[in-house]
């Protein structure tokens, strides 16, 4: 260990000299204030004492004889830690080359390494390429027993790797095999003679992609699977065709205005559903084909319960085709409405927009809309929305014990089973089928043939 003071003006400077003298590594054992002056100025100074072991002090000289000199002046700025991890450094290369050159010198054959880059190096029975080492750089020598067994490691690796490649090919086809039997044991009896084919797998996941829910696909390749035979399986068209007809006998469709809702002299519609859901558009749609189209007397009444003052579009619609409005919010203002379009064919009656999970306010437009005797509930679904939010708002609206489904915007629908899948939840024909904006067109009365052609993408 060597211990030395140092003396300065000041601490940082003390310092500074400390690690140019002795080394980033030297520790600081004390300091003190001198009050004597110093030099010529008579100021005060700082005394430091400072410490190095043996091997530090080794390390620093051993490395500073070796690097060049414009290397030594930004060594000398850096950081401390710094001038450390580069010292260290230094000397574990030195330690490595020097135990590479005696282990050369032990054995009696070696293999020499040079600056050869690998793809230079020459195949065997091939001229060696010529490229010498760069003068300055030492050349360093391996025994023949440590490239035997780099050799041998290589050809190791690469049998490892193929055999590795061999057991995902192994297990790739052995979860192919475990999809196709979990489809399988969903729709085939245990006790069938019969397996899956491709077609029926097909036709499966078809169905599953165009959004009808799994507990109804599993019924629907159930049924098909029994009703074709054996041959006709394979058959991609004719399972088509079977599930096409297994949805058909499922879907319950009827058309606005082929069912009388009321009494011989009046019928009436209430739209419901969430806001934004398109009823106010829907009613428009209608209303506008009754009249124009139809010849009937209709009349418009909206109930308000808790909304803001904006302007009704129905009211700018009952003036552009001459029919009755009217604005309720209550049981009784509802009845006395009806009676008062008593001379109408037909009646559309818009409501608010609520959550399915506003019971509270259901309840209350459900206690609105018992004051109407043979009055028809027309659920609005806007079908672009998720299977989730459709079966929530199927359960949340089912509190107004809706007569039929319609649905908004099937021109955007990237997945018709939910329909399907609402329709056999609710238990409930399909109505109307609406696409896009525009008032005068762009509805269709539902048929189970285009839901069918739109689930199977057969249109």
């Not at 399988?184 to 069938?192: G, K, N, P, Q, V």
């Not at 109930?303 to 029919?323: C, F, R, T, Y």
Request: aromatic share 6%; glycine share 6%; with cysteine.
């Amino acid at each position: 260990m060597q211990v030395k003071k140092f003396e300065a003006p000041t601490l940082q400077e003390a310092l500074d000299t400390i690690k140019r003298e002795l080394g980033p590594e030297a520790i600081i054992l004390q300091t003190k204030q001198n009050r004597r002056g110093f030099g010529l100025m008579s100021k005060g100074s700082v005394e430091v004492t400072a410490a190095v072991s043996e091997r530090s002090a080794e390390k620093k000289k051993t490395v500073e004889k070796r690097i060049p000199e414009s290397y030594q002046q930004k060594l000398s700025q850096a950081p401390a830690s710094r001038q450390a991890d580069l010292y260290e450094s230094y000397l574990e290369k030195k330690v490595d080359r020097d135990r590479v050159q005696l282990s050369g010198d032990s054995q009696g054959s070696t293999k020499r390494i040079t600056a050869t880059r690998y793809a230079d190096i020459a195949d065997e029975g091939s001229s060696p390429i010529s490229n010498p080492a760069p003068v300055g750089l030492p050349e360093y020598s391996v025994p023949l027993a440590v490239a035997s067994a780099v050799d041998h490691f290589a050809e190791s690796k690469q049998s490892t790797i193929a055999a590795l490649q061999e057991e995902l090919s192994q297990l790739r086809k052995l979860v192919d095999e475990l999809s196709k039997d979990r489809k399988r044991h969903e729709y085939l009896d245990s006790d069938s003679p019969y397996s899956a084919t491709d077609a029926l797998e097909s036709a499966y996941d078809l169905l599953l992609q165009s959004g009808v829910e799994r507990r109804h696909v599993v019924q629907i390749m159930r049924d098909a699977a029994k009703a074709l035979g054996v041959e006709k399986r394979a058959d991609h068209e004719s399972v088509l065709d079977q599930v096409a007809y297994q949805l058909l006998k499922r879907v319950e469709t009827e058309g606005f205005f082929e069912r009388k809702t009321g009494s011989d002299s009046i019928d009436i519609h209430a739209f419901v559903g969430v806001s934004g859901a398109g009823k106010t558009t829907m009613i428009a749609k209608l209303a506008t084909h009754a009249t124009r189209s139809r010849q009937e007397k209709v009349g418009i009444i909206r109930i308000a319960i808790g909304q803001d003052e904006n302007i009704d579009p129905l009211v700018i619609l009952s003036k552009a085709l001459h029919v009755p409005y009217r604005s309720v919010s209550s049981g009784e203002e509802l009845s006395v409405a009806i009676q008062d379009m008593g001379q109408c064919s037909r009646l559309f009656i818009d409501t608010p927009g609520f959550s399915p999970r506003d019971q509270a306010s259901l309840r209350k437009l459900s206690g609105i809309l018992n004051a109407a005797s043979g009055m028809r509930v027309n659920l609005v679904v806007n079908a672009t929305i998720r299977d989730r939010e459709l079966r929530e708002q199927g359960k949340g609206f089912s509190v107004l014990n809706p007569n039929a489904l319609m649905f908004t915007r099937l021109d955007e629908v990237c997945s018709p089973g939910g329909i399907f899948s609402l329709s056999q939840h609710l238990r409930i024909p399909v109505s109307v089928f609406a696409n896009g904006k525009k008032v005068t067109e762009s509805w269709e009365n539902a048929t189970a043939e285009r839901l069918a052609a739109s689930i199977l993408n057969i249109l």
